[in-house]
């Protein structure tokens, strides 16, 4: 298939489009480049691609492509917050516009990467696809209303799909610190100190950042009829974890180093747990392979590897770090896009 990947350059875009590729797909990026200079390890493999920002697409730039899987968005929560109007912008209305001209010019199959964290704070029970939205941030509204607007635009021609991704971890091109497996076993690394920003009590379903793009791959080239408007929650349900119990994990990986609290750190209001036995029933190619304790050894020695910096791991791989530097240094103006004179792409 030809396919378009929009954020092929970001933490998800890196390692899913070598994957497409290898799976033998036909592959384009579209990428704005925010986080261009913030890689970690080997550079990504290239893709053609268009150095452009989403709101910023036409119908001509998808015409020719059999499916577009759409990751570009505000990556999380705190860029969200920090501009929720741009953030609600980017992550609803240019990501159902995109759609719709995916639509107009006659791709048939368009793959959303939503979120789990659509559930927002849904207590102990494990919830599945049926299950109520309760997102309590901009990053967690928009994915639900992307899904409803979305999906009312199904019929015989144009074929939607809605991964909502478990809060996802492990080594990428494109490194995120801000995630917290990624987070937690970075502090090990640097500090020795599992640091805990929260009291350790709130639940998360987490996945592995290859086992993420292996289900876009799946639902890519599955039978149309099992993916046709359906939404799957991507994990496995026995990697549910209070973040309290991946402190645990990470101690005993990362040798020397002990949990702690920051300051203030109490309740988190984003608790909930998943069902992800739909995504194993329906493609059971796409069940997950790893375990968080297997992504934190990962982590853990591509750290020493890299030899990682505490000035990286605080600066170039946490998006709100990123995206303030570049507004400080007058590169990207307040609604996240590029300055005049500094273009799409010149990070």
């Known amino acids: 298939m030809k396919v378009l990947i929009t954020g092929h350059d970001g933490y998800i875009g890196s390692v899913l489009t070598p994957l497409a590729q290898a799976a033998g797909h036909d592959v384009m990026g579209l990428d704005s480049r925010l986080y261009r200079g913030c890689g970690f390890g080997p550079p990504a493999s290239e893709a053609p691609a268009l150095d452009l920002d989403i709101r910023h697409v036409q119908v001509e730039h998808l015409k020719g492509f059999d499916a577009v899987i759409h990751l570009a968005a505000i990556s999380n929560d705190p860029v969200g917050d920090l501009n929720p109007k741009c953030t609600y912008d980017i992550n609803h209305k240019a990501s159902v516009r995109i759609a719709a001209l995916a639509k107009e010019a006659g791709v048939s199959r368009f793959l959303f990467s939503s979120s789990c964290s659509l559930y927002g704070s849904a207590g102990e029970g494990c919830v599945d696809e049926t299950g109520e939205f309760n997102p ?8 639900v209303l992307v899904e409803r607007d979305v999906s009312s635009m199904a019929d015989d ?3 939607p799909c809605f991964l909502r991704n478990a809060t996802v971890y492990g080594v990428s091109p494109q490194l995120r610190a801000d995630l917290v497996v990624n987070n937690l076993t970075g502090f090990a690394f640097l500090r020795g100190e599992v640091l805990l920003s929260s009291d350790g009590s709130p ?15 799946a639902c890519l080239e599955a039978p149309r009829e099992l993916v046709h408007n359906e939404a799957f929650n991507v994990g496995r349900t026995d990697e549910n974890y209070q973040i309290r119990a991946v402190a645990e994990i990470v101690k005993e990986v990362v040798p020397g180093s002990r949990v702690t609290f920051g300051e203030g750190a109490g309740p988190d ?11 194993g029933r329906v493609l059971p190619q796409a069940v997950p392979r790893w375990t968080v304790r297997r992504g934190v050894e990962e982590l853990y020695e591509a750290f020493r590897r890299y030899a990682l ?3 990286d791991f605080l600066t170039r791989y946490v998006r709100i770090s990123q995206i303030k530097r570049l507004l400080a240094e007058g590169r ?6 590029w300055s005049t004179g500094g273009g799409e792409g010149a990070a």
Do not use: Q
């Not at 379903?205 to 993420?212: A, I």
């Not at 209001?269 to 995504?279: A, E, Q, S, T, W």
């Open 136 to 143: 309590v941030t901009p990053y967690g509204e928009s994915k």
């Open 157 to 159: 021609d144009f074929s």
């Open 203 to 217: 639940w998360r379903p987490l996945v592995h950042v290859e086992d993420v793009s292996r289900a876009f791959v």
């Open 269 to 279: 209001i984003r608790n909930y747990r998943v069902d992800c036995g739909k995504l």
């Open 309 to 311: 910096t505490e000035n």
């Open 332 to 337: 990207l103006d307040s609604d996240l896009l």
